[in-house]
């Protein structure tokens, strides 16, 4: 970070402990926020480019019990999400603020993405297992082991071009009861890539807890977010779009904003069309939980500022410009002046 941009970031900090997030009502009966959105909040001027101005952060339901793993259905015009400990899929309508659930036995899922078919693929807990539900209505197992042991419990998944289906496995569903079945973790963390032949091929372990994971716009580059030590953001370079080499850490999340002292991280990750990393943020409390937005290079510059830790979020409404953030009990919306990188 360059002195300039430090004293940028000292100077915001202020701005950001002093914004009224705690006594904020974000619900769809909630008073008019006056604009800018005060919670929106540029780290550094180029962040100014990415919000829209006269767009509120609204929460669009709560009641869950930990919601995560959101992704867009384009041709259903729907949003999809999982929450793990009720055992439900949930689904939002945005023609008129409908939310129902999908599934009401969908095995702790956790992440959720559609392919380029539209079929949705998610990762369950209960089951250690990444799952495709067809357009007929059954449901395809695409991975449950990897040299004859069960997966820890899939965790992320995201679909590159080539049909091949990445994601990870940090085991969290299976130490304890709660977001799935606690169990022995029987393979060493890591991330893995399904080919469209079935094959599972195991693309790094050299992460402590490999959680949410996300393409570069042109597919180059992958970003996996570590929940373990240290707590960090990193980026590798992907191969004919089956390999991963030169993993170095992009952002470290720990000790970021406020007085995090060496709490909080990352989980979910997702891409904009300029290659900014939009991340979740939580476990510390207010002035970090939220949405932090890192640039290519991996300067903060801008803090999407929630009351309740954020789990994971994607881009989504017919445009891309629309994002949808998974937050602990809740799910918010917020429109932003870029669009998502990848509808998936």
């Not at 339901?61 to 992704?71: N, S, V």
């Not at 209505?137 to 990897?146: E, I, N, R, T, W």
């Not at 590798?236 to 909080?264: C, F, I, N, P, T």
């Not at 309740?308 to 919306?333: D, H, M, V, W």
Request: glycine residues 12%; contains cysteine; negative net charge.
């Amino acid at each position: 970070m360059t002195k300039s941009s430090r004293r940028h970031f000292i100077a915001t900090l202020a701005a950001t402990t002093a914004a009224p997030l705690l006594g904020r009502d974000f619900g769809p009966g909630a008073a008019p926020e006056r604009y800018p959105d005060p919670d929106v909040i540029a780290l550094d001027p180029s962040f100014a480019d990415y919000i829209q101005g006269n767009a509120p952060i609204r929460r669009l339901h709560t009641g869950m019990l930990w919601a995560e793993g959101p992704t867009w259905n384009g041709s259903g015009n729907y949003l999809v999400w999982s929450d793990i400990p009720n055992n439900a899929q949930m689904r939002y309508l945005p023609e008129d603020g409908h939310v129902s659930t999908l599934r009401n036995n969908a095995n702790n899922s956790n992440g959720n993405t559609f392919d380029l078919n539209g079929r949705q693929i998610s990762c369950e807990h209960a089951t250690r297992r990444v799952v495709r539900y067809e357009l007929n209505g059954s449901v395809s197992v695409l991975a449950d082991k990897f040299d004859g042991k069960p997966f820890n419990a899939p965790n992320d998944v995201v679909v590159h071009p080539d049909g091949g289906v990445w994601f990870t496995d940090p085991g969290y569903g299976s130490m304890g009861d709660y977001e799935g079945n606690k169990g022995e973790l029987l393979l060493k963390e890591a991330v893995y890539r399904i080919d469209t032949t079935g094959k599972i091929e195991k693309v790094t372990d050299d992460l402590e807890k490999p959680n949410g994971l996300c393409f570069s716009p042109d597919y180059k580059k992958l970003y996996i977010v570590d929940t373990g030590a240290p707590k960090n953001i990193r980026v590798y370079d992907v191969g004919d779009g089956a390999s991963l080499s030169g993993g170095k850490e992009l952002a470290v999340m720990k000790g970021a904003l406020a007085d995090s002292k060496g709490k909080g991280g990352s989980d979910g990750v997702r891409c904009d069309v300029d290659g900014n990393i939009w991340a979740s943020a939580g476990w510390v409390g207010d002035g970090f939980d939220g949405v932090h937005v890192f640039n290519p290079e991996g300067l903060r510059i801008g803090f999407i500022k929630l009351p309740e830790t954020g789990s994971n979020l994607c881009f989504g409404g017919p445009k891309r410009n629309r994002l949808f953030i998974t937050a602990s009990q809740s799910l918010y919306t917020l429109y932003v002046n870029t669009t998502g990188a990848h509808f998936c």
